[in-house]
């Protein structure tokens, strides 16, 4: 009996319409445009300005997407995994909601939090059910509304993020295609540099909580960033001398889309021609749990069936980690 593997077998995605441009931010606290996308790479970002919706909506509408692409019928998916940290509201699950309202009602669903890791940690969870035979659908969606948590009066944060969702459709796979390895790791050192103080059992809402603006995201850039740069490197080369790769072998460098300069660090270190680097952070700034695949979803009509793709991310806690997968199919 062949080997099970893991492997994608379909993409989807979602943004919301309304555009938030550099030179619309310019309006809303001190920066322009030049010093923005020079140190981010970033031009504009999506929110969902609708009230009254949140994260379910952006993953309901990037698995729809998937289904009809894939003519998927919804009745078949034995899991969903949202990756997110921004859940509709504490306590009640935001998947298990995103798994009804889409049809998946065979279907039992979770969410998965590790902040800009989400999606890369929800990868190796979707791939293991897979892999030990329990389950052949598996829905694996990042989605994150990010606008509902950031101060659009601090400069530090309010640039970088935006709002988006992107899907993946895991399914045995017995030639050799899909998941091949991953390198995860994680270190609490980062608690302190990229956070939401209050809201949690630490610290409970309160008038105070909110009167101080804890309730938002805060990030102490510099410390992140230079984690970030040697993490994402670090993680991406072990994987690639683990399994015997030279930069000729690798087809695509899916890279988490927080810091064009991070992006770069990372490819630098694994020696890719810049052709080979997927980049999408111009049009979308960070949307957390969705950025991995959100590149999928653009770049689908370039990858062939057994193009080999690293995966890699870096998101608070600190949590980061590589993936090393073989693209199953070609678009029709």
């Given at each position: 009996m062949s080997k099970i593997t893991a492997a994608i077998t379909a993409v989807g995605a979602y943004v919301p319409e309304y555009v938030l441009s550099n030179e619309m931010l310019e309006t809303l606290?001190?920066?322009?445009?030049?010093?923005?996308?020079?140190?981010?790479g970033i031009k504009e970002r999506r929110l969902l300005k609708e009230e009254g919706k949140g994260t379910s909506f952006l993953a309901i509408k990037a698995a729809q997407n998937l289904i009809e692409k894939k003519n998927l019928d919804p009745a078949e998916i034995d899991l969903v995994?949202?990756?997110?940290?921004?859940?509709d509201m504490p306590v009640a699950t935001t998947a298990v909601y995103v798994a009804t309202q889409i049809g998946a009602v065979n279907a039992f669903a979770y969410d998965l939090q590790a902040a800009c890791s989400s999606f890369l940690y929800g990868m190796s969870?979707?791939?293991?059910?897979?892999q030990a035979g329990r389950y052949k659908k598996v829905l694996l969606i990042g989605a994150d509304k990010m606008s509902s948590i950031i101060d659009y009066t601090d400069r530090a944060t309010c640039i970088i993020f935006g709002d988006g969702a992107g899907a993946v459709l895991f399914e045995p796979n017995t030639e050799g295609l899909g998941l091949q390895d991953e390198f995860l790791r994680s270190d609490g050192i980062g608690r302190e540099f990229l956070k939401i103080e209050a809201g949690g059992?630490?610290?409970?809402?309160?008038?105070?909580?909110?009167?101080?603006?804890?309730?938002?995201?805060?990030q102490d850039?510099?410390?992140v960033f230079k984690y970030a740069v040697s993490g994402m490197a670090d993680?991406?080369?072990?994987?690639?001398?683990?399994?015997?790769?030279?930069h000729d072998d690798i087809n695509w460098l899916v890279a988490h889309q927080a810091n064009k300069r991070i992006i770069d660090a990372t490819s630098n270190r694994m020696k890719l021609d810049e052709s080979k680097v997927l980049i999408n952070i111009e049009r979308y700034g960070n949307t957390t749990s969705a950025t991995l695949p959100l590149l999928l979803n653009d770049f689908e009509s370039k990858f062939k069936k057994g193009d080999n793709l690293i995966f890699a991310a870096f998101g608070g806690g600190f949590t980061w980690g590589a993936i090393y997968l073989k693209w199953a199919y070609d678009k029709k």
């Open positions: 606290v001190e920066t322009n445009d030049e010093w923005i996308t020079s140190r981010t995994i949202l990756a997110t940290a921004t859940p969870t979707a791939a293991a059910y897979i059992s630490i610290l409970p809402a309160s008038q105070e909580t909110v009167d101080q603006r804890k309730h938002f995201v805060y850039g510099k410390t993680v991406s080369e072990k994987i690639m001398q683990r399994n015997n790769l030279s």
